[in-house]
């Protein structure tokens, strides 16, 4: 039976780091450990780093994204097309598309994808939104950049299928995007490529 050879708080920060995508006990210790032994360069900065972003970092009601203001910088960009809407599961998948310059449109964020098997069906996703935001005037594309997976897909049917009365084109990634594969782990140089070769959905 193992034992707890540090102080609680040291245990509460390494649960709380284990928690972390990709970080599992073992790496949650480590880390934890050498933040502690880095209380000036990183522990602190980091605790007030997070307090920071817990108070100032909001959801965009317009997009989904995050940002420090809402609508977010995106939205409110003028130099962005908004004539065509960018569909994207995540923040991460948006800001892979972001760091590839491959589109200038406006995004809008799902927060997941359809999948009965977990329970997640349309109610517990931003489609409703998007179907209102597809409505207006001056969007004429609704491009749907969601990963190539079986939820991706299912997803990507559903909101095509509620988008048919409405006066919009819907297209969706080509060329570059595996099947299986999620934007958030391609290169600049896929993701640029699928942007540019996206066809009819």
């Given at each position: 039976?193992?034992?707890?050879?540090?102080?609680?708080?040291?245990?509460?920060?390494?649960?709380?780091?284990?928690?972390?995508?990709?970080?599992?006990?073992?790496?949650?210790?480590?880390?934890?450990?050498?933040?502690?032994?880095?209380?000036?360069?990183?522990?602190?900065?980091?605790?007030?780093?997070?307090?920071?972003?817990?108070?100032?970092?909001?959801?965009?009601?317009?997009?989904?994204?995050?940002?420090?203001?809402?609508?977010?910088?995106?939205?409110?960009?003028?130099?962005?097309?908004?004539?065509?809407?960018?569909?994207?599961?995540?923040?991460?998948?948006?800001?892979?598309?972001?760091?590839?310059?491959?589109?200038?449109?406006?995004?809008?964020?799902?927060?997941?994808?359809?999948s009965p098997l977990d329970g997640i069906g349309p109610d517990d996703?931003?489609?409703?939104?998007?179907?209102?935001?597809?409505?207006?005037?001056?969007?004429?594309?609704?491009?749907?950049?969601?990963?190539?997976?079986?939820?991706?897909?299912?997803?990507?049917?559903?909101?095509?299928?509620?988008?048919?009365?409405?006066?919009?084109?819907?297209?969706?990634?080509?060329?570059?995007?595996?099947?299986?594969?999620?934007?958030?782990?391609?290169?600049?140089?896929?993701?640029?490529?699928?942007?540019?070769?996206?066809?009819?959905?």
């Amino acid at each position: 039976m193992s034992r707890n050879v540090s102080a609680p708080q040291i245990e509460r920060l390494i649960q709380l780091l284990a928690k972390l995508p990709g970080l599992g006990p073992r790496s949650a210790r480590r880390a934890a450990l050498h933040l502690v032994q880095n209380r000036e360069k990183l522990l602190e900065p980091l605790a007030t780093a997070i307090r920071d972003a817990a108070d100032n970092v909001v959801v965009c009601a317009q997009c989904g994204n995050i940002d420090s203001v809402d609508p977010c910088s995106i939205c409110t960009d003028p130099r962005r097309d908004v004539s065509v809407i960018c569909v994207v599961e995540s923040v991460a998948d948006l800001w892979a598309l972001e760091r590839a310059s491959a589109i200038s449109s406006r995004y809008h964020v799902l927060g997941g994808t359809l999948s009965p098997l977990d329970g997640i069906g349309p109610d517990d996703l931003n489609i409703s939104k998007l179907i209102e935001r597809a409505a207006a005037e001056d969007v004429t594309e609704i491009l749907l950049a969601v990963n190539a997976t079986v939820d991706g897909q299912t997803t990507a049917h559903y909101i095509t299928d509620h988008l048919e009365g409405a006066n919009v084109a819907v297209s969706r990634l080509a060329h570059g995007v595996p099947v299986g594969g999620e934007l958030d782990y391609l290169d600049e140089g896929t993701l640029a490529a699928a942007i540019k070769s996206r066809r009819p959905f």
